[in-house]
C-alpha cells in the first residue's frame, strides 16, 4: 500500500511506502489524520500549504455492498476548519484497487494561466502506479457536463474522473469535487466545504485514474469477510427502507420530504417555519409519479456506483422523456423547493442540474438563496429568479460571487440576521427547533452544520433504532455523540452511510459490517473498538479545529433559533452550552 | 452621572444613577466593561441584543488641551468581538456636561420602514437631560454632507450630531459612526468595525446633543487639575510633533508617508512592497504645498474640536480654491494612495470625500480596494476605477456590497489569498514585517488589526520614548503589551492618542495628565495605577472576545506575511506564537 503524493507546484509526483501508524487508517480517518499531520491549521485554504487527501475506505473496492466511496480531506475555504466530505462512485474503487491508500494533492502552480489534469494509472510491468500530467486548460470555464464526455474519450470508458466546475474555478466556499457515476455523469459530488476551490487553487483540473490491471484488494481472512458480506447483503435486502422497491429505491432520499414535513421540521422559507404548504409537490413519490406519467411506467431508482444494492439515485425526466437531471436527493429538492418556498418539481430539478454543471452544492445553494431572499434580493417563491441567480454563481458576475461565498458571507454582505449556518456552513434539511439532536449534531460536528455528521433523525424520525421525540432535549447530546462516532468509522470504512438504517435495526447487519472489516485488515474489531475507532477521528478533527481557532464557542446554533419559536411546534432550540459542550468533553 | 438609555424597541428611554462599580470607569473603559456586562458574546451583531455605548473621557468637557473624545462600544460585525472606535468631537463634551456617563443604545424597531432621531438636551427646570425622538426618515440613502446641514437648521448651530451614512444603513462591516467637527462638517468617524451598521439596525439615524444650561464637569481638586493641565499643555507646546508649526500641525498626521516610506515600512499595491516610488506626491508635505499653491499662502492645520492645541486635521483645497475635503490623515492617503499604488492627491482627495460621504472607513476601503486589485478587479493604480468602486459601495450594488464587507469577506469572496486583515479586520498604514512591534499590535489587539491599539511607531520609527530597530523583534511583545495597556488608559481619560508623542518624551507631560484625573476624580493614582487600569479593560475586552470564539489563534498575522520576505528589507514576519501569546499572558 502506498502513499501518492502529486506535487502541483512542480507537476512531479512520489510514491511513498504506506507508514506504519496509517495502517489502519482509512477514508476520513486517514484524510483527518493526514491534514492534522501535514496541513498548518492557520495556513489560507487556497493557499500553497493546503493539501487535498483522497482517501477510499476499509471494503472498497471489494465485492462488500454499497460500499464504493471516497472521501475527500484538507482545510475547508468555507468554515476555516478540517474538512471531510464523500461521494459515491467507482473513482474510490479505482484508488483502492491500484494500493494507493491516499492520493495527497499538495503544492500549487505559480502561475495561473493553465489548469492541469494528472492521469494516475496502474504500470502492470512495474507493479505499481504511473502518473502522467496532461494539460487541461480548454476544459476551464465550462459545464461539466460537456467535459466530461471529452474526457472519456480521452481516456476510455473505463476510467474514473474527479473534477471541479466554475465555482472551484471561482474559489467558490460553495464549491465541491465532482465524481462520476455509473452512466458517467458528472454527478457525485464530495460537495460541502469548498473542496472544489483547494483543487482548483492548485490549478488540478482532473483527477483520471485508469486502474485497469490492478492488483485489488488484499484480505487476510477471505472467509471472514464474506460471512459479513452476506449478513449485510441479508440486512440491506430486508429493512423496508433499504430493500429493493423499498422507500429509497422508489422515492429516493427524497422519500423524507413528506415525513419531516408532517414532523414540523422541514425547514421552509429560509427556516422560518417548519411546515411547506407545497411539500407534497416536491417529494419523492411526487418525483416517481411524474417519471410514470411522462415515462409511462413505474422507474425505479439506480445505483451512483458499482456494487449498490440500495440504489437510491433517481433520474428526474422532462415531459419529452429527456433526461432533467440525475440525481433530485431529499436536501438537494428541500434546499431549492422548501427552504425558497418553490414547489414547482421542473424548476427544482433545473436547479439541481445547473448545480452539478457549475460545481455548487445544492445544500450550501439553497441555503445561501434563502438567506438572499430574506434580505430582499429576491421574493420566496420566485423560482425563475433562483435559478437566474445560479446562473451569475456559476458565471462568476459580482451578485453571483457573492452568493459563491456562501450562506454565512452572503448573509453578512446583505445584513441578514436571519443565517442558518454553523461554522459557516449553510444548514441541511432538518430543523433544529423541531428534531433537536439533529441540532446538536449540527452545532458540534467538527465539519460545520453537517447532518451526514451525525444523524439523529434515524431515532428522532424515522423510528430506526428505536423512536425518541424530536422535540425533546433529553439525551441528545449522548445520542448525537454516539451518532457522531459511529459516524466517522462507517465514513471510513468505505461504506455508504445508508447501511445505517439495516445496521441499526438488524443486529446481525452490523456484525457482518464489523466482520467484513476483521476479513480484510485480520483485526478482531468488536462494537466498542468501532466506536471508539470513530471517536478518534472526531478527536483529531477537534485538535485542527482548535488549533485553527474554531473552538466549542463556534459549537452553537444561531441566535435567532434560539428566541423564534418555529411554527407549527413552536419550539426554540433550547439544547443548553454544557449539553453542547459536552458531546466532545465526554468523547 | 447618570446611564442614560435609549431603548430603539419602543422609542423609550431611562435615566439611571450610575452603579457604584462603574464610578472610576469612563470613554472605552466604560464603554468596553459594560460590554461585557450587557452583550451576549455570541448574539448577532445587527440583531437586537447588541447594544452600543457612547462614553466620554475622564476630563472631556473640561479646559484639558485634546480632550474632547468620545469613545463608542458594541459588538462588531466586522470582526465579531468587542470594539471600541473613538472620535475627537465636541459631541463628547456635550454628553459629558450633561453628566451622562454613558449613552447606551438598546433594543431595534422591528419594523424597518422608518428610521429616527433622539434629541437629547438639558432640561434646566428638571435638572436632568431629556430626550425626544423625531422621525429621519427622509434623511437615510443621502449624503451625510447634504443631510448634516438641515439637521442643523433643525436643532441648531450650538448642537453636535452623531449619525451614519448608507455604508451604515446597508449593513457594511465596513461602516462608521460620524460625528461633526468645529465647522460642522460630518467628517470626525470613530470609523473602524462597523459600529455604523449597528446603529443603523437599531433604526436610529441621528443621536443630537443639545447641552445648553447643563452643569458641566465636577472636580474634586480644581487646583491639582490646573497645575496637571498647565503641564501637559507645556509639553504639547514644547515637542517638535505636537507644537504648533510642528510635524502634526503642518503637516498633519500624513506627515508620516515620507517617514514610513523611507523606512521602508509604507504597505504598497495590498501590502506587496515597502516602499511606494509615489509615496512623496501623496505626503503631509505635498498636501500643503499644493494647497500653498492653491490658496497662494501657507495653510497650518485646524482643530477637529474644541480644545485641541495639536490641531492636526488638514483641509484639502481645488484649484479654483473650493473645499475638496477635510481631512486627509496619513491612514488615508495611504489606505486610497500608496496601497493601491495611486499618487494623485487630487482622487485621493476624492476618494476620502466620499468614504466620509458614504459612512465609509478610510482605512478598510483602502484595504479593501487593495485586496479587489490583487483579485484582479481593477488595475492598481487606477484611481478613477477605485473612485467608482467606492461610489458602488455607497450605491450598494452587487459588487459594492461586496466589497463594503470589508477586507476579509473580500478576499474570502474573490479567493485572494494576500489578504491584510487580521480578526477580519483590515491592516493600517504600517507594514509588520517592516516594523515588528506594530505586527504585534495589530495580531494581539482586541479590536482586529489596529495601529492605535498600541502605537509602537513612537520608539520603531519616530524615537519618541526612545529608538528601537523596527526590523529586530527583540523585546517587541512587551513593548507592544505597554503600549496597548497605556492605550487603553488615553482611550478612557479623554484625551487624543497624540498627547503620546509629548507625554513619551516630556515627563512633566505625562505627570501632568495624571494630574488632570486626579484633580478631576479625586483619585491619587501614579504611573502604575494607569497602566493598571488600561490592563484591567484589555482583560475585559479579552474575556468577552473569547466567550465570542475569538481565541489566541486569532492573534495571527496572515500567513503570506510570514512566507514572502517585503522589499526592500526582504524580512518576513518572525515573532513565534509564544511572543504573540505572551502579550495577554503576562498582562
Known sequence: MWILRINMSDLSYKLE?????????????????????????????????NKLVFSSGV????????????????????????????????????????????????????????????????????????????????????????????????????????????????????????????????????????????????RLKFLVLDSKGSPGIEMVDKALFDEGRKKLID????????????????????????????????PTRNFSAGRFEGAAKTSGEAIFETNKERMGKDIYNHACSPGCIIQCSNTYYNPDQTEATSCIEYESTWALGANLGVDNLDDIATMVQLCNAYGLDTIETGATLGVAMEGGLLEFSDSKGAIQMIHEMGQGTALGRTLGGGTEVTGKIYGVRR???????????????????????????????????????????????????????????ALSRAFQATTAFIDSCGHCL????????????????????????????????IVAYGATTLKVERKFNEAAGIGKEADRIPEFMMVEPLPPHNQVFDIPDAALDSVYQDL
Chains 1, 2 share one sequence.
Open 59 to 202: 471494503v472498497t473496492g471489494t465485492a462488500a455492498p454499497t460500499s464504493a466511496r471516497i472521501s475527500v480531506g484538507g482545510k475547508s475555504p468555507l468554515t476555516g476548519g478540517i474538512k471531510e466530505a464523500n461521494a459515491g462512485t467507482a473513482w474510490g474503487q479505482d484508488l483502492a484497487k491500484m494500493k494507493i491508500r491516499a492520493l495527497v494533492v499538495e503544492g500549487q502552480q505559480v502561475k495561473k494561466d493553465k489548469y492541469w489534469g494528472a492521469l494516475i494509472k496502474w504500470d502492470d510491468a512495474a507493479g505499481k502506479p504511473v502518473v502522467e500530467f496532461f494539460e487541461a486548460t480548454e476544459h476551464a470555464g465550462k459545464d461539466v457536463y460537456e467535459v466530461y464526455p471529452k474526457v472519456f474519450e480521452k481516456f476510455g470508458e473505463k476510467v474514473s474522473i474527479a473534477s471541479i466546475g466554475t465555482a472551484g474555478e471561482l474559489g467558490y466556499g460553495n464549491s465541491g469535487i465532482v465524481f462520476n457515476d455509473m452512466a458517467r455523469r458528472p454527478s457525485r459530488y464530495a460537495g460541502r466545504g469548498g473542496l472544489g476551490a483547494v483543487m482548483a487553487s492548485k
Open 498 to 529: 445508508f447501511i445505517a438504517f439495516p445496521i441499526l435495526d438488524i443486529a446481525s447487519g452490523f456484525e457482518g459490517m464489523i466482520q467484513e472489516c476483521n476479513g480484510v485488515l485480520g483485526t478482531n474489531w468488536n462494537a466498542d473498538d
Open 17 to 49: 511506502d504506506l507508514p506504519e501508524k496509517y495502517k489502519l487508517l482509512y477514508g476520513r480517518a486517514l484524510t483527518s489524520q493526514m491534514v492534522y499531520d501535514e496541513v498548518p491549521p492557520l495556513c489560507h485554504a487556497l493557499g500553497t500549504n
Open 235 to 266: 440486512a440491506i435486502r430486508s429493512h423496508p427502507i433499504s430493500q429493493p422497491k423499498g422507500g429509497l429505491n422508489s422515492y429516493g432520499t427524497a422519500v423524507l420530504v413528506n415525513i419531516l414535513n408532517e414532523a414540523g421540521g422541514l
Open 419 to 477: 443565517v442558518p449556518a454553523v461554522k459557516g456552513q449553510g444548514m441541511p434539511a432538518y430543523e433544529p427547533r423541531a428534531v433537536k439532536g439533529i441540532g446538536i449534531t449540527y452545532a458540534t460536528t467538527t465539519m460545520g452544520a453537517d447532518h451526514t455528521a451525525g444523524y439523529t433523525i434515524c431515532p428522532e424520525i424515522l423510528g430506526v433504532s428505536g423512536k425518541l421525540d424530536p422535540l425533546s432535549p433529553e439525551g441528545k447530546a
